[in-house]
């Protein structure tokens, strides 16, 4: 395999993932909003299951403290809830794209450029399920969502989710597999470190899966926290999305018990690490700092 050409560094669009931080109150992830603003973010991740699952009156409040923050939500994630099966035998397919389809709707009014397709409660193969029939079921309901996302301008980010919390697209191969299987300009991939870090994956897969990179996830993987010092697995990882010349938003997506404390200093360390991070090694693997 042969590296990327490196590209002129960037500073990728820095957001925050708010459902992680934000109360239990608060399923939707916004309360952080008017803190991102003061502390130099760009864009606002939040909750799209919960978005949906809101009334008419409570989206419109939510659409307008958005717009008053001055911090767009440019990404949702959490996707699709458990209840809204996608792989088994009991899938309903109309309903998952009725419910994608008003999902979307709404992510759209807000302003989303991404939604993250992670879903793991909904995705999972339930048991005796076999796991290339859910594969194709995850394939046909792409390729219907790509064509639902397209009129909005919305990319569908695929996450593998490590072991732990899935049985089906732990590693970025398997998400780049899917992707390739979909074949819809609108159906790509994300790629999260925390998940990277916990498969131990090789990052000669960021170069690979390079073109079709459009979005990432981002923490420390010892508590998956937010990532406050800097350490020789961040600078690398930095350094291999710019030769795969990666230049979209980074989400922090993690969590933290002094939100007021580390968000600044996570946002300015990440910001630091995607203009000075060095030039990539290849057929490296991340090595866990824990």
Same mark, same amino acid.
């Given at each position: 395999?042969?590296?990327?050409?490196?590209?002129?560094?960037?500073?990728?669009?820095?957001?925050?993932?708010?459902?992680?931080?934000?109360?239990?109150? @608060?399923? !939707?992830?916004?309360?952080?909003?008017?803190?991102?603003?003061?502390?130099?973010?760009? *864009?606002?991740?939040?909750?799209?299951?919960?978005?949906?699952?809101?009334?008419?009156?409570?989206?419109?409040?939510?659409?307008?403290? +958005?717009? #008053?923050?001055?911090?767009?939500?440019?990404?949702? #994630?959490?996707?699709?809830?458990?209840? !809204?099966?996608?792989?088994?035998?009991?899938?309903?397919?109309?309903?998952?794209?009725? *419910?994608?389809?008003?999902?979307?709707?709404?992510?759209? %009014?807000?302003?989303?450029?991404?939604?993250?397709?992670?879903?793991?409660?909904?995705? #999972?193969?339930?048991?005796?399920?076999?796991?290339?029939?859910?594969?194709?079921?995850? !394939? %046909?309901?792409? =390729?219907?969502?790509?064509? +639902?996302?397209?009129?909005?301008?919305?990319?569908?980010? +695929? %996450?593998?989710?490590? =072991?732990?919390?899935? #049985?089906?697209?732990?590693?970025?191969?398997?998400?780049?597999?899917?992707?390739?299987?979909?074949?819809?300009?609108? !159906?790509?991939?994300?790629?999260?470190?925390?998940?990277?870090?916990?498969?131990?994956? @090789?990052?000669?897969?960021?170069?690979?899966?390079?073109?079709?990179?459009?979005? /990432?996830?981002?923490? =420390?993987? @010892?508590?998956?926290?937010?990532?406050?010092?800097?350490?020789?697995?961040?600078?690398?990882?930095?350094?291999?999305?710019?030769?795969?010349?990666?230049?979209?938003?980074?989400?922090? %997506?993690? *969590?933290?018990?002094?939100?007021? /404390? @580390?968000?600044?200093?996570?946002?300015?360390?990440?910001?630091?690490?995607?203009?000075?991070?060095?030039?990539?090694?290849?057929?490296?693997?991340?090595?866990?700092?824990?």
């Amino acid at each position: 395999m042969k590296p990327s050409q490196p590209v002129q560094p960037n500073r990728l669009r820095l957001g925050c993932c708010g459902s992680m931080i934000s109360p239990a109150t @608060d399923r !939707v992830g916004v309360e952080i909003i008017e803190s991102l603003t003061r502390f130099g973010f760009d *864009y606002i991740e939040l909750s799209l299951s919960d978005t949906a699952a809101l009334s008419l009156p409570e989206f419109n409040r939510l659409k307008q403290r +958005i717009g #008053n923050s001055g911090i767009p939500c440019e990404a949702c #994630n959490n996707f699709f809830p458990a209840r !809204v099966r996608l792989t088994g035998s009991e899938v309903k397919l109309s309903l998952a794209l009725e *419910y994608a389809k008003a999902a979307m709707e709404r992510a759209a %009014e807000l302003g989303a450029r991404v939604i993250v397709f992670g879903s793991s409660g909904a995705k #999972n193969v339930p048991p005796g399920f076999p796991k290339a029939a859910a594969w194709k079921q995850l !394939v %046909e309901l792409l =390729q219907r969502l790509g064509s +639902i996302a397209a009129p909005y301008g919305i990319t569908i980010a +695929i %996450e593998p989710l490590n =072991q732990k919390e899935s #049985n089906l697209i732990n590693r970025a191969a398997e998400g780049l597999e899917l992707a390739q299987a979909v074949n819809h300009a609108n !159906v790509q991939l994300l790629i999260d470190y925390y998940h990277l870090m916990m498969e131990q994956e @090789d990052s000669g897969i960021i170069l690979i899966a390079g073109p079709v990179i459009r979005h /990432v996830h981002f923490a =420390q993987v @010892d508590g998956r926290i937010f990532p406050t010092e800097a350490n020789e697995n961040y600078l690398r990882f930095f350094g291999v999305l710019r030769q795969a010349g990666y230049a979209g938003r980074c989400s922090i %997506e993690a *969590y933290t018990q002094n939100f007021a /404390v @580390d968000a600044p200093r996570a946002r300015k360390l990440i910001a630091g690490l995607t203009s000075a991070g060095r030039a990539a090694e290849t057929n490296w693997c991340f090595q866990p700092t824990m």
